[in-house]
Nanobody, 118 residues
């Protein structure tokens, strides 16, 4: 079955960096667009960043533009989220999502917690 496993979360000080990874299995990874979402306590899940199946196109939420970079390695079936200049408001559970347009299919990982604090 399809599995998306996030890793790389943890506690980091403001201004620090983390790189999240999302390892995929059970699907044809290169056919899926990949994206990262996050959900902070008491808030709705929001899109952080997305990358097209071939990696040629990316998009970002306004709050992370210029600080976060999404990428993917189709040979390793893995998507990444490089997070720089982290702020306390970036604290959230980060989820990766694999999306296929036709037929419409979406898969989610279980999330990894990122805490930005002194």
């Amino acid at each position: 079955q399809v599995q998306l496993v996030e890793s790389g979360g943890g506690l980091v000080q403001p201004g620090g960096s983390l790189r999240l990874s999302c390892a995929a299995s059970g699907l044809t990874f290169r056919s899926y667009a990949m994206s990262w979402y996050r959900q902070a306590p008491g808030k709705e899940r929001e899109l952080v960043a997305g990358v097209t199946s071939a990696g040629g196109g990316t998009n970002y939420g306004d709050s992370v533009k210029g600080r976060f970079t999404i990428s993917r390695d189709n040979a390793k079936n893995t998507a990444y989220l490089q997070m720089n200049n982290l702020k306390p408001e970036d604290t959230a559970v980060y989820y990766c999502k694999a999306s296929l347009r036709s037929p419409s299919m979406n898969y989610w990982g279980k999330g990894t917690l990122v805490t930005v604090s002194l």
